[in-house]
């Protein structure tokens, strides 16, 4: 169990609706990385904050949008849905600000999302 | 330039043979490279890592090799055991990003 809290695990959902990923950190963990996991993209890295700030961002289409609140929780906002949008996505977390100092992200089991 | 090369996309290896992933990149401002393992239903997870000063590292039957000049790096998984199964991730760390490969299927027949 790496700490990290991932819901819904599923959801269906059709094209052109807005769904909403909620990722808990691990206890301690500021930062919080979103990426999207596709079979012929691997992973994707979509945005990270850090304690409440947009620290880095990376291949996050204008349809998605991300926060992270006071209570370090974040959401992944995800609107008008194509059917390319079907992917697990990923929620990360690490107790640094900079990935290049231990590298280590710990990752929760992720959201499978389809969209019909 | 943010990309990392990742091969094969998937490797069938016999139990206790040696399973080799190549990983290549090109912004020398990456200056951290994790390997992730992933099992089905889960999230990855952080498996061995190097920094490019150091040519080798080895922890248990997992061992990445490092060549600087070429920027390319490897994961060797010595005595490969059917419960390493898994879908292996090379990364390469900057300040602000990690960038993944896309990923390489290993499947170790008993």
């Known amino acids: 169990d790496s700490g990290v809290t991932q819901t819904p695990k599923h959801l269906i959902t059709a094209t052109g609706q807005r769904v909403t990923l909620r990722c808990s950190p691990r206890s301690g963990d500021l930062s919080v990385y979103w990426y999207q996991q596709s079979l012929d993209q691997g992973l994707q890295f979509l945005i990270q904050?850090?304690?409440?700030?947009?620290?880095a961002k990376g291949n996050i289409l204008e349809r998605f949008s991300a926060q992270q609140f006071p209570d370090l929780h974040s959401e992944l906002n995800l609107s008008s849905l194509e059917l390319g949008d079907s992917a697990l996505y990923f929620c990360?977390?690490?107790?640094?600000?900079?990935?290049?100092?231990?590298?280590?992200?710990?990752f929760g089991e992720g959201s499978r999302l389809t969209v019909l | 330039q943010q990309q990392v090369k990742q091969s094969p996309q998937s490797l069938i290896v016999q139990k206790g043979g040696i399973s080799i992933i190549n990983c290549a990149y090109e912004?020398?401002?990456?200056?951290?490279f994790p390997w992730y393992q992933q099992f089905p239903g889960k999230g990855p997870a952080l498996l061995i890592a190097i920094r490019p000063d150091v040519s080798e590292k080895k922890e248990g039957r997992f061992t990445i090799s490092f060549n600087k000049s070429a920027k390319q790096f490897s994961l060797h998984i010595m005595d490969s055991q059917p419960g390493d199964s898994a879908t292996y991730f090379c990364?390469?760390?900057?300040?602000?990003?990690?960038?993944f490969g896309k990923g390489t299927r290993l499947h170790i027949l008993p």
């Open positions: 990364a390469a760390s900057m300040v602000d990003k990690i960038i």
């Open positions: 904050y850090y304690n409440g700030e947009e620290r």
């Open positions: 990360a977390s690490s107790a640094e600000v900079r990935t290049d100092l231990t590298g280590e992200l710990f």
């Open positions: 912004n020398t401002a990456f200056d951290y």
